[in-house]
């Protein structure tokens, strides 16, 4: 979104949120310790670590942030919405790579990674995640599906031939 004036650092992860911690005009929560303030005393341990941060990073942003955030989101919508006059359907990748087993899975980490579910899940597009193939240590790939605004019908009957025409969705991983 480069020269549309729009800060994409307040968008991703409240990039103004940070330099004001900096700066020292705002004080930093303290590992969750005023969350009880915003949840209660017992919801915040109902939170994994990855959640509890980003919740904590939300609130560090300002009505500033919040309006320029909305901002790049009106044009992301502008922007993502007029490639349907190109095509009926998107057919991406449902991750930016591999899924990784569990035991190796670190969720914060896992939150830093590009999302390519993200951009529907702001635009409020439609969209449907279906296995597509397994990568070489036998963990599912996602195949993503979006369609324009409220046309849901269209999402699932793409989903639907696809999964007729193959047969990864009756295939399971190894455990």
């Known amino acids: 979104m480069m020269g549309s004036g729009i800060r994409t650092d307040a968008v991703s992860r409240g990039g103004g949120a940070a330099k004001r911690l900096k700066s020292g005009k705002e004080k930093p929560l303290k590992s969750g310790s005023e969350m009880p303030l915003m949840f209660g005393s017992e919801t915040p341990l109902k939170f994994g670590s990855s959640v509890r941060r980003r919740i904590l990073e939300g609130a560090f942003l300002s009505a500033a942030d919040y309006l320029t955030a909305q901002r790049a989101r009106a044009v992301l919508n502008e ?9 009926d359907v ?21 939150n830093m990674r590009p999302s390519f579910t993200n951009p529907f899940n702001l635009t409020g597009l439609p969209a449907i995640s279906l296995p597509c193939g397994f990568t070489a240590g036998n963990l599912p790939a996602g195949l993503q599906i979006v369609a324009p605004a409220f046309e849901e019908a269209t999402c699932f009957r793409v989903a639907y031939a696809y999964e007729q025409a193959t047969e990864w969705h009756k295939r399971r991983p190894d455990l």
């Open 79 to 87: 922007q993502i919405r007029a490639n349907f006059a190109q095509v």
């Open 90 to 110: 998107f057919a991406v990748p449902g991750a930016a790579r591999p899924p990784e087993a569990f035991e190796g899975m670190d969720p914060n980490e896992q």
